[in-house]
């Protein structure tokens, strides 16, 4: 089993910065990939971002390209989303996820809130 819990949501006008971490525990070892998920009311959940645990391949929805970093500190079990230039509808609850060597994201944390204002 894998934990995850994210941390650094909250409210922001527009043009600000946020960093969201999400810190793993659990068997972590068998994470070999997580992804930042985030989900507006009314619309689908989508993936903005991922990244692999033993490679620096990263995945970046078009939406967030140039404007998110994500990455991952191996030492802290920990992985990070910075967000700058946010938008209005940046506005969602983010979760991280974690693919335990299935190809399918099989954990997810409890998500934080993050809001953008105009």
């Known amino acids: 089993q894998v934990q995850l819990v994210e941390s650094g949501g909250g409210l922001v006008q527009a043009g600000g910065s946020l960093r969201l971490s999400c810190a793993a525990s659990g068997r972590t070892s068998s994470i070999i990939a997580t992804g930042w998920f985030r989900q507006a009311p009314g619309k689908e959940r989508e993936l903005v971002a991922a990244?692999?645990?033993?490679?620096?391949?990263?995945y970046y929805a078009d939406s967030v390209k140039g404007r998110f970093t994500i990455s991952r500190d191996n030492a802290k079990n920990t992985v990070y989303l910075e967000m700058n230039s946010l938008k209005p509808e940046d506005t969602a609850v983010y979760y991280c996820a974690a693919d335990p060597g299935t190809f399918d994201y099989d954990y997810w944390g409890q998500g934080t809130q993050v809001t953008v204002s105009s």
């Open positions: 990244i692999k645990w033993t490679h620096d391949n990263t």
